[in-house]
């Protein structure tokens, strides 16, 4: 065998690794951090059994590592670019198949006629001071990282805080990728309550991958 050869055999490792909806699923929620076993399966709706197996697939073929902490068996992504590499599968499937182009028209269309905000322009935005960004996924993925000047608001405990929030600037929101529903949730509750809202275009996970500033814990702001 020639050596392209046997370097297109273990490219197709990898590709086989990402054949599985439950795969892409955890890499996509450890593209939000690291996360034990556990956690990864109360995530993704599997039992551990199960979730494990497919991360050893990921492990094995290069897309995740892990380490133990105690009795647990704690996983991150290998690398930050492994969220680009989905998008590139995503917008090549909507951009291809009819299928995910019918879902994308049904479901994600419908909520939010309005065109999400670029990383470009947020970033000019949040130097510029006259944007407040929110981040609505669980407190332990927004610790774990996010855009900085972010506030984190879970959007199940954004109604709550509505009234604190400024009416005379826009809000962004964002979550865990261009296809998480929490920030679609997010505009939409802002919108009803009379605020002026747009979503970021995708997530956290493609904004760390494209090398924009990062920040992790949680602002003494917020303690």
């Not at 972010?150 to 604190?164: M, R, S, T, Y």
């Amino acid at each position: 065998m020639s050596p392209k050869k046997k370097l297109f055999e273990q490219f197709a490792r990898v590709a086989k690794s990402l054949a599985s909806p439950n795969r892409l699923e955890l890499l996509e929620t450890l593209a939000q951090g690291e996360k034990s076993v556990d956690a990864l399966a109360q995530a993704t709706g599997m039992s551990v059994a199960n979730t494990s197996h497919h991360l050893q697939i990921l492990r094995d073929s290069g897309l995740a590592e892990s380490r133990k902490e105690g009795l647990q068996v704690i996983y991150r992504l290998s690398d930050d670019q492994i969220p680009t590499l989905m998008g590139c599968i995503s917008r090549i499937a909507e951009k291809h198949l009819a299928e995910v182009e019918r879902i994308v028209r049904e479901h994600f269309d419908p909520r939010d006629s309005l065109t999400p905000v670029g990383r470009n322009e947020l970033m000019a935005r949040v130097k510029e001071g006259g944007t407040m960004v929110i981040d609505v996924r669980p407190a332990v993925e927004y610790q774990a990282g996010h855009i900085p000047g972010a506030i984190n608001i879970p959007v199940d405990e954004l109604p709550q805080h509505l009234e604190a929030l400024p009416h005379g600037q826009e809000i962004v929101a964002y979550c865990r990728g261009p296809y998480c529903m929490l920030a679609f949730e997010a505009v939409a509750t802002l919108r009803e309550a009379g605020y002026q809202a747009r979503r970021l275009e995708d997530g956290f996970p493609e904004w760390k991958a494209d090398s924009r500033p990062v920040d992790s814990g949680t602002p003494d702001s917020q303690k």
